[in-house]
């Protein structure tokens, strides 16, 4: 590894520093990535130039990948039933919600 | 109705199409070969993708205490985890 990936400030797990990994190695590799697509899409561009990228984008590890990145409670670590707009699992922003640590939000009536 | 004003040539068609993207500054790619602009179109998710988790501060509560000798400031839950620690001890001690 040339450059040290900085250690998330909120909640530590072993989920969240494997995510936090693959974000980073997500977006180093989306320009290459970006540009294989590309080239896989481009019908201009000769049939085995088009095959050539399509196996080297196949052949990149899977942590370059967007996808394999999922959003965590950022509390708890918690992976499922998180809330992308408060980074808080539903029981994490239960609690916050009710002791008024999240601003605007209130019971719902109507 | 077809009658009425006759459909220009196909290359004609064509240039009228070419002056247009010039006019207004688009790709002109009349027979729609893909090119895989819409790859390159999409924006980039990295920046967003890394900034979900918090960076780590690098000033630490222990580094405020260091530069700042002559003030006192309380380490209330650390405090809190020694009177609860000593407790356990002496609950222990009280049982046996």
Known sequence: ?????????????TMIMRDNFKRHMAAEAEAERRALKHIVYNMTVPVRARIQAQLKLAVMPNY?????????????????????????????FRMAAQNGELPGVKRATW | MSGLVPRPSAQRLRHLLKASCEVFQTVYNPDNIRTGNKILRRKMKGPAAISYYPIESPVKFRHIRAAYPMFEFPNTPDEHRITMNELYVVMSLAIT
Not at chain 1, 1 to 13: D, H, L, Q, W, Y
């Open chain 1, 64 to 92: 370059t990948r967007m996808n394999q990145s999922k959003n965590r409670c950022v509390v708890s670590g918690k992976g499922r039933a998180v809330l992308s707009e408060f980074k808080m699992s539903r029981h994490q």
């Open chain 1, 1 to 13: 590894m040339a450059t040290k990936i900085p250690t998330p400030g909120c909640f530590i797990n």
